[in-house]
């Protein structure tokens, strides 16, 4: 990327690329499995016997794909702190090679 791409507000950021990387790194997922087994028809028991099993069958689908969701949540928030770590350094390199050029550019006219 070169200095001429850049936007007005990302030449005014001020970002840490090593802080990103440390919160990119905390990141985890969670490490849960969900099994959703097959529950026997209730024989017996209380009358609310299928209400509850019905319940506890959709809560487990439904936790396991909240947790399947949570994790390329994560893992999407992770790869984009350490892009965005990447491009902010990348950035800044061409910011200051721009400044450095442009410097080096007035010293060789004034010699």
């Not at 990302?10 to 990119?24: K, L, S």
């Not at 487990?60 to 947790?67: G, I, M, N, S």
């Not at 491009?87 to 550019?105: I, K, L």
Request: include cysteine; hydrophobic fraction near 45%.
């Amino acid at each position: 990327m070169n200095g001429e791409a850049m936007c007005e507000a990302r030449q005014e950021m001020h970002g840490d690329p090593d802080a990103m990387r440390r919160f990119a790194e905390r990141l985890h997922a969670p490490g849960v499995d969900v099994e959703v087994v097959d529950v026997p028809a209730c024989q017996g028991g209380t009358q609310a016997c299928a209400a509850f099993t019905t319940a506890d069958a959709l809560s487990t689908v439904a936790l396991a794909d909240f947790l399947r969701d949570t994790t390329q949540a994560i893992a999407t928030l992770k790869a984009a702190a350490f892009t965005a770590a990447d491009d902010y350094e990348a950035t800044d390199r061409a910011g200051a090679q721009a400044v450095t050029g442009t410097v080096f550019g007035i010293v060789l006219r004034e010699v």
